[in-house]
């Protein structure tokens, strides 16, 4: 095994998703502006900082190849819906200082993937994806109970996100190129609603102090730099491994809500989130033990 590609490979994983972590801090301070205003300005920003990249990178044909797959647009205008909606659903749980709901719903994404596989693609699970499949359910049905509602906010995130990953799984597109296509999807709808807006009198893109404006452009350098640094890493590193490192995010995010943001981790959740973090584990031990038979 090369050393220093999987040292490249670690460094990378790590870079983006403490990256993915520190989400709940930055987009807290555009807090005074709407989730859906946002929205755009990432949808935005993040396309012509991922155009910015494929020019430089003078990767424009893979673009074209993409295009000229039969199917892909389509794909990737459902991925794009999905992963807005995700966005949407994360920047409004930060508005509603709902982080820690959040942060669960992350939690649980790797769970839904094990789900879906099932159900969508019919894999088989093993005993060990069955008794996390077992303690994700039950952790949503503690919330049920404890809480008197379903985690509408988790469920929301981790299944927008996990159907995500199941529409950009069945699409062979790059994750650069995959990114402009989706950001560019999304732009009608960005675009519809920003006129509608303007004409109700308020400016989506523009009309904000220095600092605000700042910020809103860098969202989109937080949504494309992450991504690239997951992919290299995801070339560098084993699944087992990348899986490994997946929880970083939603740890930093609960983390933040509980020590910055003072939102309170009630008891009846901290059963959730022990239920949750058992299922990772047995999801976990079955991801790195088909590894090691792979090998």
Not at 221 to 238: I, Y
Request: contains cysteine; aromatic residues 12%; proline residues 4%.
């Amino acid at each position: 095994m090369d050393k220093g590609k999987t040292l490249a490979g670690i460094g990378c994983g790590l870079g983006a998703y403490v990256m993915w972590g520190f989400f709940p801090l930055f987009f807290r301070q555009l807090g005074h502006v709407s989730p859906l205003d946002v929205l755009c300005n990432r949808a935005l920003w993040g396309c012509l900082v991922v155009g910015l990249i494929l020019a430089v990178r003078r990767s424009w044909d893979k673009v074209g190849a993409a295009l000229r797959r039969p199917g892909t647009l389509p794909r990737l205008t459902l991925a794009a819906l999905l992963i807005g909606s995700n966005w949407l659903g994360f920047l409004w749980a930060v508005d509603q200082h709902l982080v820690i709901a959040g942060s669960l719903g992350y939690f649980l994404t790797p769970l839904v993937n094990v789900l879906l596989g099932m159900l969508v693609l019919k894999e088989r699970l093993d005993g060990k994806e069955w008794i996390a499949v077992g303690l994700a359910l039950a952790a949503v049905g503690n919330e049920f109970i404890a809480l008197g509602s379903l985690p509408w906010v988790s469920l929301f995130l981790g299944g927008t996100f996990g159907f995500y990953g199941l529409v950009r799984k069945q699409v062979p597109v790059d994750a650069v190129s995959g990114l402009l296509l989706e950001t560019l999807s999304m732009l009608p709808l960005v675009l519809i609603y920003a006129a509608w807006q303007a004409s109700q009198g308020h400016a989506v893109f523009t009309g904000h102090d220095g600092l605000t404006d700042f910020l809103l452009a860098m969202s989109g350098v937080m949504t494309a730099l992450p991504l690239m640094l997951f992919a290299a890493a995801t070339q560098r590193l084993n699944l087992a491994t990348v899986g490994m490192l997946m929880y970083i995010n939603p740890t930093m995010q609960l983390l933040t809500a509980v020590w910055v943001f003072g939102e309170e981790l009630q008891p009846a959740r901290l059963v959730s989130f022990a239920l949750i973090w058992s299922g990772l584990l047995f999801y976990s031990w079955s991801g790195w033990q088909k590894y090691k038979n792979a090998v």
